[in-house]
């Protein structure tokens, strides 16, 4: 288990990477085929974290922010699943 606090900023999707791989080569440096699971909010949720993660087997559950465009999509989905 580890935690990432940052200041008053979000960090960016590189930075989130870097840390990661260094966290899992040393997870890994002790116990190679454990299956890491990463929980992390919707900061953490970008494209560079997600390549990452399925490059590397690391699963994860990360939140997403509401926008404008996931409501619409949700709201699609919704709809075609009602009837």
Excluded: K, N
Aim: aromatic share 8%; hydrophobic share 40%; glycine share 4%.
């Amino acid at each position: 288990m580890a935690a990432l606090l940052r200041p008053a900023r979000r960090s960016t999707g590189q930075e989130v990477r870097g840390f990661l791989r260094r966290l899992v080569r040393e997870i890994r440096g002790y116990w190679p085929r454990v299956e890491i699971l990463l929980r992390a909010d919707s900061h953490y949720c970008a494209p560079e974290v997600l390549d990452f993660c399925r490059a590397d087997r690391v699963d994860f559950i990360l939140g997403v922010a509401s926008t404008t465009t996931l409501r619409r999509h949700v709201e699609a989905l919704e709809r075609s699943t009602a009837a």
